[in-house]
C-alpha cells in the first residue's frame, strides 16, 4: 500500500529527504503511477498524516465509549487523542527530524489533523448540550478552545516530563477538560 | 539602554539578523563594552525576553490584585500573561520573522519565560490552597499543567481567530482554568 510505503520512508528518513521515487520503489509501483495520483511528497505526507490520525481519533473514541454520558466520553476521547499524539512514532520522528514542518500548525493556522479534531469535538459537544453533561456555548467555539487545551499534551508533553509522567499528564488533562466543559 | 537597543533592532530586523554591532551603535556603547557583558546576541536576546516577560508577569498580577480569592487571582494573571503575549509586539515580530526559535520551547524544554511563569503559578497555587480556593495537588505540577494550558492562548491564538476573538480567548481560558484548579 502507497501511504505504508509512506510510512516506512518518513520513519527511515523524515518528511523532507523522502522523495516520490523512493515511496514508488518500496510500494512497488511506478513512479508514473504514483506521480499520477499524488503530484508530490507534501500530497502524500497529507494523506498518511489524516489516515494515521484519523485511526488515532477513532480508537480514542471506541475506547471512550463506556462513559456514563456525552461529557464524559467526550473528555476521554480528547485525552485518549492526546495520549495517542504523545506516543505515536510517527508524530515523534516529524518532530525529531523535521519539527518546522509542525511549526505553522502551532503558531498559524489549523492543519487537516486539527479541523478532524475539530469537528469530532464539535459533534461530542452538541450530544453533551444535548444530554445535559456540557455547559451551552457555540459548539464550535468550545470545539476549538478543547483544541487549543488539548494539543499542547500531545505535542509539547516534552517540555514537561520531567515533572508529569504520562499517567499525570492523561489525569489533569481530563480534570482540566471536564472542568470547563461541566455545566 | 542596552536592552532598549536590542529590543529595537529585534523589531527592525528580526532576531537572526540582529548583530552585537548593531546593538552596540543603537545603544552608543563600543563593541568592546557590549561583548565585556554579553559574549553573543543570543545572551541579549535571552536578557530582553526575561525583562519583557516579567514586565508581563507583573502587570498581569498587578490588574488581577482585586480577586476575591487566590484561584481568582491566578485565574486573571494567567489569562493576563496570556492576552499580553498574544499582543505583543516582540513577540507577533519574533513568531513572524524567526518562528523556529519558538519551536524548542513548545515542543522540547521549558525556556526562562516559561520558568518564570511556572513559579509564579506554583507560588498563586499553594496561596490558592492556603486560602481552600485552589484544589489539592502538588503546586509544581499543577502549575506546569496550567502552563501547558495558558501557552496555547498566548502563542496559537493564530490559528483559531477566524473562530474565537481576543474577547472569546480570554473568557474561555479563564472559564478553563477556573474549572481546572476549583477544589
Chains 1, 2 share one sequence.
Not at 38 to 60: H, K, N, Q, S, T
Not at 72 to 79: G, K, P, S, Y
Request: with cysteine; hydrophobic share 45%.
Amino acid at each position: 500500500m502507497v501511504l505504508d510505503a509512506v510510512r516506512e520512508c518518513v520513519l527511515a528518513v523524515g518528511v523532507r529527504r523522502t522523495t516520490l521515487t523512493d515511496v514508488a520503489k518500496r510500494a512497488g509501483v511506478s513512479r508514473m503511477t504514483l506521480y499520477r495520483r499524488y503530484p508530490d511528497v507534501d500530497a502524500l505526507i497529507r494523506d498518511l498524516v489524516a489516515r494515521e490520525f484519523g485511526a488515532m481519533v477513532r480508537a480514542a473514541r471506541d475506547s471512550a465509549r463506556g462513559g456514563v454520558h456525552a461529557r464524559a466520553r467526550l473528555v476521554a476521547t480528547a485525552a485518549g487523542i492526546a495520549g495517542r499524539v504523545r506516543r505515536d512514532e510517527l508524530v515523534r520522528r516529524i518532530v525529531g527530524v523535521d519539527p518546522e514542518l509542525v511549526l505553522p500548525y502551532v503558531l498559524d493556522r489549523l492543519g487537516g489533523p486539527q479541523r478532524i479534531a475539530v469537528a469530532a469535538f464539535a459533534d461530542a459537544i452538541a450530544a453533551g448540550q444535548g444530554d445535559g453533561s456540557v455547559r451551552p456555548g457555540d459548539p464550535q467555539q468550545l470545539a476549538h478552545v478543547v483544541l487549543l487545551l488539548v494539543q499542547p499534551f500531545g505535542i509539547s508533553a516534552g517540555a514537561v516530563t520531567g515533572t508529569l509522567t504520562e499517567a499525570d499528564l492523561d489525569r489533569e488533562l481530563k480534570a482540566a477538560l471536564d472542568g470547563y466543559l461541566r455545566p
